[in-house]
């Protein structure tokens, strides 16, 4: 189970405000969707319906939090502080964002995964740049095999890109292209036993310039192989891009919802950013970032929509970010207490 302690005392007043008006909103998801209980969660599961209480949305064990969002952290005090209060805030997960400590002094892969384990904490993925002008970069195009090496020196089972597929171009043909590059590092993970993966943002559900009538997502969905190639939806610049591109450039509607994308695929998607942001229409990205719980996305709905598909339910892995949060061990707790606060209708 997710190790969580007595709830944030500014919990009852943000779910007041939010309204819990996920569980109205994902009524008819819910509707398409299967539910499917497993032996480790049955117990908890029956105990939370006898005491009056849903099922939690949040699986157990798959809070996980990408460590980009206490990068200050990391830097000025290392891992072991971060990762203690990682684990009092009832973190199961890690995800990260390089390997190094700033300030902190060195730090050897076997060291950081040992630390990370003694917190209590799986390290689950990590960020890696896709390419660099510089042959000697730290990039899946120019050290994949030392990508991987240090990936599996740490024992992840995901090990991804944030960068776009944009290193040719915005076309059909230069997706294809960076596609085709995908499916290779895909396979030389796949040969190590971890799954490559592409972490979105807002762009990439832009239109092709070559042809506005196609959706670069799709072609990247398209052109990669569903073995090999896996896909981290960061869920606030997923809708960040439905705000931006559900019309084409010449104004023809286009609309679209990312929770489809999913449930059309749910096995292509094992890892998400759990990010948050207020609606705000004037903002060139449709949404200002907040701490997860504070915003607008419905992640009552969509978390419950994912983890209901049968067989789905610990399939996937949750994690919390915030680009810039105000203080980040303060994003990092309320954040966990409110994603583990979210309970299903009996």
Request: proline share 6%; aromatic share 12%; with cysteine.
């Amino acid at each position: 189970m997710s190790r969580i302690s007595q709830p944030d005392p500014e919990l009852t007043h943000r779910l007041t405000r939010r309204g819990m008006l996920g569980v109205a909103a994902g009524a008819t998801a819910a509707a398409l969707l299967g539910a499917a209980a497993t032996p480790a969660t049955a117990a908890t599961e029956t105990a939370d319906k006898r005491s009056g209480r849903g099922r939690p949305v949040l699986p157990p064990g798959r809070l996980g939090i990408q460590l980009y969002s206490l990068r200050d952290k990391v830097s000025t005090l290392g891992f072991a502080p971060v990762f203690a209060e990682l684990e009092k805030y009832g973190y199961d997960e890690v995800e990260f964002a390089g390997y190094t400590q700033g300030s902190a002094g060195p730090i050897t892969l076997a060291q950081l995964k040992r630390l990370a384990r003694d917190h209590g904490l799986n390290p689950i993925g990590s960020h890696v740049g896709y390419y660099s002008d510089d042959p000697n970069a730290y990039t899946f195009a120019q050290n994949l095999t030392k990508v991987l090496d240090d990936a599996q020196a740490l024992g992840l089972k995901h090990i991804g890109t944030a960068s776009g597929p944009f290193r040719y171009g915005s076309t059909v043909d230069a997706w294809k292209r960076a596609a085709e590059e995908f499916n290779t590092y895909g396979a030389a993970a796949k040969a190590r036993g971890m799954k490559f993966y592409q972490h979105n943002h807002s762009e990439e559900f832009s239109f092709a310039t070559d042809n506005p009538k196609v959706r670069l997502y799709d072609v990247l969905l398209k052109e990669t192989d569903p073995d090999l190639v896996f896909l981290e939806m960061d869920i606030y610049w997923a809708y960040s891009g439905q705000f931006r591109f559900s019309k084409r450039p010449d104004g023809t509607p286009a609309p679209f919802e990312p929770l489809n994308y999913v449930l059309r695929q749910p096995h292509r998607y094992p890892l998400f950013h759990v990010k948050d942001g207020v609606s705000d229409p004037a903002n060139t990205y449709g949404y200002r970032m907040t701490d997860v719980g504070d915003g607008d996305i419905d992640y009552q709905k969509f978390i419950s929509a994912v983890t209901r598909l049968k067989g789905e339910r610990l399939a996937h892995h949750w994690q919390a970010e915030h680009d810039q949060p105000t203080e980040s061990f303060t994003f990092a707790r309320r954040s966990s207490a409110y994603l583990h606060s979210l309970r299903e209708k009996c």
